[in-house]
């Protein structure tokens, strides 16, 4: 029995880097897999030097490969402002084991302040950040 807990406990570790995030590596998934309930969402946040956060006229995320727009309304800007959702566990099916580029364009008074590029990942559950900054401090 505790060779069965030593085994499991090892391959767990194995499976997550050292902050505990999943590796970028998509491994065989079965019927029998057990994922957690939670519903996850990648978030980036946009602020000004005065750390006020930053509300865009526009914003559009694109991914890379494809030109696919990724809509996911603006419903986290009314809860809390400067913030936005990159990519959610509902575009699951879009995202690549390795990971898939996502482009963030936002715009003030018709002009480009934010163009990032994140990377974003998924195992057999969940999507996870593999790249990407979590905020942006624009002039």
């Known amino acids: ?11 767990l570790t194995l499976a997550c880097d050292e ?5 970028v590596t998509c491994p065989e998934c079965t019927g029998d897999l ?6 996850r969402t990648i978030l980036f ?15 559009e995320k694109t991914i890379v490969a494809t030109g696919e727009i990724l809509d996911h309304g603006d419903w986290l800007g009314q809860l809390m402002p400067g913030s936005y959702v990159i ?16 482009r963030f364009e936002g715009y ?26 979590d905020s942006l401090t624009i002039p």
Do not use: N, W, Y
């Not at 057990?34 to 519903?39: I, N």
């Open 1 to 11: 029995m505790k060779k069965l807990a030593f085994l499991l406990i090892l391959g």
């Open 87 to 102: 990519a959610q566990d509902s575009d699951f099916d879009k995202v690549d084991c390795d990971g898939t580029a996502i």
């Open 45 to 59: 946040t946009v602020t000004a030097p005065s750390g006020e956060p930053v509300v865009l006229d526009e914003f």
């Open 108 to 133: 003030l008074d018709g002009q480009s302040v934010v163009d990032e590029i994140f990377v974003v990942g998924r195992d057999c559950c969940h999507i996870f950040l593999v790249e990407g900054p």
């Open 19 to 23: 902050k505990g995030e999943p590796q």
């Open 34 to 39: 057990f994922c957690t309930e939670e519903f």
